[in-house]
Every structure is written in C-alpha cells, then in structure tokens.
C-alpha cells in the first residue's frame, strides 16, 4: 500500500541545471498536486491536474513545468534551476469531491547551487 | 477569495497540558475543512476533517477540532500534550461545491516540553 511515491528524495543541482521530479500514485485518484514548502510560507501550489492529460496553473507556477500522460503519474520539471527552487516539493493526491483530504507524498529536498 | 488564518506560528507546551492550535477562515459559505500534521522530514498526514456531518470532529492521536459557523473558526485541541505530538500542524479549507484546489494557513508549530 505505496500511497504517493515521490522520486527523488533528494538532489543537488546547479544553476542552469535541468531535472524532473517524478510522482506516482496508487490510490486512482483523478486530482493530482505540486508544492512547494518554504519556511514560514506554508505551503503553495505550483501545478495542479484535474484528470489525464490536463494540467493547471496554480499560485506559483513561474519556471516550473508539468505533465500528466498517466492517470498515475505526474511530472514536475525544471528547465533551468534558479537557487530561489530551492525548497522541499510535496507530490499530494485526492478523489474528485472537495470533500475528501489530499494525501501527500515524503517530499524531495531540493538544493541549487 | 477563500483565506485561512493560523494564530501562532510557534506554540510551546508542557507535557500533559492542553494543545490548543487556533484557525480561523475566511468563506461566504461554511467550507470543508481539514488539520494536516507534519512530522520532522515527512510528508503531511491528515488528522480530521469537518465535512457539515458534526461540528465537533474527531480525528487520529487524541486530536479534536470544533467548527463554529458564528466565529469562522475550526480550531485543534488535545487535553493532554505528549512528546510524539511534537510537529507542525497546518490548517486547511476547500469549499463546498466544488473546488479542486485546498488553500493552505502557514503553520503552527509544536513543541512539547518535558
């Protein structure tokens, strides 16, 4: 019972760098999320997906790109890291209905230098 | 625009003293709301949730919370602090009839004396 598998745990990257930070989960969910948590700013949503195959801006998106080719799987990329990436990404996921919580992948820990 | 409030970014208790975790939010209409808990160097964990069914919710770990509509508030409260509760708890509201995204408040953090 895996939940929300966030992959990697952690990376270091270097300015200008490119990566992809991989989410998958197991729970047939249709909404899928990405966060950033920084300290003392709670967290914020970068991308959100409603379904396969669609994706949606969210209240930080700037220098962040996403894909949903599988209903399991989302995909948060960084095309050319900035050290202001630096910060711990939730991968988070939850049925259709408002109602129910959004559960949260472990994080990755992601440094720029 | 839905906004939700956290009074306290840092809270300290003793152990066996009361936990009391204010929230307040901001809506139009009573939302759906939710307390996450964050342990050191993991992802967030859901505690309980108010959905309209009761006012005062129950939820995991000795946690409860108490909506109420006439303070817009959904605070979280524990009669008696244990070391293990030491973690940040945040606050969060999604509302009723549809909205894909929650809206985060920014944290309380916890700590439990001995």
């Known amino acids: 019972n895996a939940g929300v598998t966030q992959t990697p745990k952690f990376r270091v990257l270097k300015t200008g760098q490119s990566m992809t930070l991989l989410c998958a989960q197991d729970m047939n969910h249709e909404y899928m999320y990405w966060y950033r948590q920084d300290p003392g700013m709670g967290l914020r949503l970068i991308h959100y997906s409603v379904g396969e195959g669609t994706t949606a801006k969210g209240e930080v998106p700037d220098g962040y790109n996403v894909s949903r080719l599988k209903k399991q799987n989302f995909l948060l990329g960084l095309e050319s890291a900035a050290p202001s990436q630096t910060s711990v990404y939730f991968c988070?996921?939850?049925?259709?209905?408002?109602?129910?919580?959004?559960?949260f992948g472990d994080g990755t820990r992601l440094s720029i230098l | 625009a839905q906004s939700v409030t956290q009074l306290g970014s840092h809270v300290s208790v003793s152990e066996g003293a009361l936990v009391l975790l204010r929230c307040n939010y901001s809506?139009?209409?009573?939302?759906?709301l939710f307390w996450y808990v964050q342990y050191p160097n993991q992802g967030l964990q859901l505690l309980l949730k108010y959905t309209s069914a009761a006012t005062l919710v129950k939820g995991i770990n000795g946690f409860e919370a108490e909506f109420k509509k006439s303070e817009t508030s959904f605070h979280l409260t524990k009669p008696s602090a244990h070391m293990s509760d030491a973690a940040e708890y945040f606050c969060?509201?999604?509302?009723?009839?549809?909205?894909?995204?929650?809206?985060f408040g920014k944290g309380t953090k916890l700590t439990v004396n001995p």
């Open positions: 969060a509201v999604s509302p009723q009839g549809g909205s894909e995204k929650l809206v």
């Open positions: 809506s139009s209409v009573p939302p759906y």
């Open positions: 988070a996921s939850s049925y259709l209905q408002s109602s129910q919580p959004q559960h």
